[in-house]
């Protein structure tokens, strides 16, 4: 079982897929959106292919914490889709993981044309990343 993240756009949707022990995020191609139903239907390809149990989309908060017109449009889609797959969506605070993707891609060397290429991509890797991070682990016991 794996766990998939989302950046949600308007334009794109950032993808990022666990490997099956839950340790590493693998970022996945941008899908360009359409129509919310052919969105959903595109996701639920990957969520059977790569069999992903849950679901974490990015929620783009204000510096403050205060929801955005965009985190409201963002939950609006992450209900349709939790529906649709009937597998749990979790929200997480994504507040500049878009900046730090593009900091990376830059420190990269890439050119701005190739960081908007990537950016959502790594912006999903680095939630989905920040999410595994912080899963709780069965501690190793040591036998004597």
């Known amino acids: 079982m794996r766990v998939m993240a989302l950046d949600v756009g308007d334009k794109t949707i950032g993808i990022a897929i666990s490997d099956s022990m839950l340790l590493t995020a693998q970022g996945q191609p941008t899908i360009r959106r359409t129509t919310v139903p052919a969105d959903i239907e595109k996701l639920r390809r990957l969520v059977e292919e790569y069999e992903v149990h849950e679901i974490i989309v990015g929620q783009p908060l204000h510096m403050d914490g205060r929801e955005s017109t965009q985190s409201q449009k963002i939950a609006r889609f992450a209900e349709q ?55 709780p682990r069965a501690k190793p016991t040591v036998n004597e």
């Open 81 to 135: 889709l939790g529906k649709a797959l009937k597998i749990p969506i979790t929200s997480l605070d994504e507040r500049l993981t878009s900046f730090a993707a593009e900091q990376h891609l830059e420190e990269m060397g890439l050119n701005w044309r190739q960081r908007r290429e990537h950016v959502d991509k790594i912006a999903a890797m680095i939630i989905l990343q920040g999410y595994l991070d912080n899963l």
